[in-house]
């Protein structure tokens, strides 16, 4: 099945990365994760506008300087942390193996670009507010591995932001 892209120059994007069977592996290699990203910044210009690490995916949204390389991106972050991790890998299926993948991430990627403002707004909302909807935490500020302390630092946050009030522009929000 081919796959098609969509590559608008000077836009966001929103990925969603999901581990092979939604293994539980990003919070425990959160530091190899880390480096991940910074192993894909030495090869591919982007900025990180906002990030949400769960235990079984990761939200992102990127700011590629050339839109065109995003999939690069991901794969660049998939192999690095694929080729450095070496815990608990499950056996995948045939289709993986036979691709010499070793099962830790899903093959594909989630992708929606962000083509407004207010679109911008709702993603990075939706991308801080996940803890709690997958009932990780029960407050948005709770939930460590977040840029949400960022934007609070920056002032576009209110510390306590999250609360059942602000759900409501949230709640219509499923991306996964």
Request: hydrophobic residues 35%; positive net charge; charged residues 25%.
């Amino acid at each position: 099945m081919n796959y098609r892209r969509v590559f608008i120059p000077n836009s966001y994007l929103h990925l969603i990365i999901v581990s092979y069977n939604r293994k539980n592996i990003f919070i425990n290699n959160i530091e190899l994760l880390k480096h991940a990203f910074k192993n894909a910044k030495q090869f591919f210009c982007f900025e990180i506008i906002a990030i949400c690490v769960l235990p079984d995916h990761i939200h992102v949204i990127l700011n590629p300087k050339n839109i065109k390389e995003y999939p690069k991106i991901i794969t660049s972050i998939k192999y690095y942390f694929s080729k450095n991790y070496n815990v608990g890998v499950e056996i995948p299926t045939y289709g993986y193996v036979n691709k010499g993948e070793k099962g830790i991430f899903q093959r594909r990627f989630f992708e929606h670009t962000i083509t407004s403002q207010e679109d911008l707004i709702n993603q990075i909302n939706y991308v801080h507010y996940n803890p709690v909807k997958h009932r990780l935490v029960n407050k948005v500020k709770d939930w460590k591995y977040s840029s949400f302390h960022k934007f609070v630092k920056q002032g576009l946050y209110e510390n306590d932001w999250g609360n059942v009030k602000d759900v409501e522009h949230i709640i219509d929000l499923n991306f996964e």
